[in-house]
């Protein structure tokens, strides 16, 4: 759906729409959880196949592709072509794993951190939308668990959100809903929170 979502708004046939920028926030080790283990809707015969293959045959197909090969990566995401030639995608890890835990670690962490938005930053200098794609969603600057600490590379702190908002781009985030609140109420949650966190310039 969030490829769908995107392929709307930047049509891979039309040589007016926006350049699109994916920031993936992709650490290095995912083998101990289910992350991605959700594709049976890929598989013929699926209960989801028959409605969401209508929606974009093309991506569909593109996507059991993907998934076919054995080659699942967001690389082969960007070479099979799910969003467009033009798109600029920085995948560089987010990941911890390699300094110190603990408060001796900390400024570490901190400083590896901005390095990896300066380069996100960077890669995406061209263009006027940018998809960000953590693990688990957004997080307010403010949240308990701050943005050093080992887990937090599977979300988007708002502050690194702002840096994109506030050179003029336009900002789409995956965030994955918990169990604290409906849906809906999650979302005016986070919505409320981008208002607070993230400047948005009129036009």
């Not at 054995?70 to 390699?98: E, H, K, N, Q, V």
């Not at 702002?162 to 609140?181: E, K, L, T, W």
């Not at 966190?197 to 036009?203: D, I, K, Q």
């Amino acid at each position: 759906m969030k490829f769908g979502l995107l392929r709307w708004l930047v049509p891979l046939d039309s040589l007016a729409s926006l350049r699109l920028g994916v920031v993936w926030y992709r650490t290095l080790d995912e083998a101990h959880n289910a992350d991605g283990k959700h594709i049976a809707y890929l598989q013929p015969g699926h209960r989801s196949a028959d409605r969401l293959r209508p929606l974009d045959p093309d991506l569909y197909q593109r996507l059991a592709g993907v998934v076919a090969s054995g080659r699942r990566s967001t690389a082969a995401l960007a070479d099979a072509g799910i969003l467009g030639l033009r798109t600029c995608f920085f995948g560089d890890p987010l990941d911890f794993t390699s300094l110190p835990p603990g408060p001796s670690g900390r400024a570490a962490r901190q400083d590896r951190r901005r390095n990896w938005l300066q380069r996100a930053l960077a890669a995406t200098t061209g263009c006027e939308l940018i998809f960000a794609d953590p693990d688990n969603g957004i997080r307010p600057v403010a949240h308990r668990e701050p943005a050093h600490r080992t887990n937090a590379v599977k979300h988007a702190y708002l502050d690194e959100l702002a840096a994109f908002a506030q050179r003029g781009q336009s900002v789409i985030v995956y965030h994955h809903a918990d169990r604290s609140a409906v849906v809906e109420q999650q979302a005016r949650r986070r919505l409320a929170d981008f208002a607070d966190g993230v400047p948005a310039a009129t036009m």
